[in-house]
């Protein structure tokens, strides 16, 4: 083979290959159509039954009891509190009393 027609050679081969495999997979969707094999159940049948109530009603559970409260426990404490006490008292007072007159929706403090 002479070396200038090499990409023509290859090009009509490839697109022989995707010709081939085209016609193939448009005979096989045919040859379910014209079977039934294709499950014959439009998209838009299937939405009609999703949509649908149920036929016959579900049998109703007994009703369950309510659920146990949680067992009792200690308040949680931050494993980090004692590095973050206050240097001096003056200091804790100050943040103290800030912390008391906070309201529902914080306020911002200048540190």
Not at 82 to 109: F, K, W
């Amino acid at each position: 083979m002479r070396r200038p027609f090499q990409p023509l050679v290859l090009a009509v081969v490839a697109l022989a290959a995707i010709g081939l495999g085209s016609l193939g997979w448009l005979a096989r969707e045919g040859t379910t159509r014209l079977s039934g094999a294709g499950g014959g159940r439009s998209l838009l049948d299937l939405l009609e039954e999703v949509s649908q109530p149920p036929r016959s009603p579900q049998p109703a559970d007994p009703p369950a009891r309510p659920a146990p409260p949680p067992p009792p426990h200690q308040r949680w404490r931050s494993p980090l509190q004692a590095s973050c006490r206050a240097v001096d008292g003056q200091s804790r007072a100050r943040r103290t009393a800030r912390a008391s007159r906070q309201r529902t929706p914080p306020e911002r403090n200048r540190l």
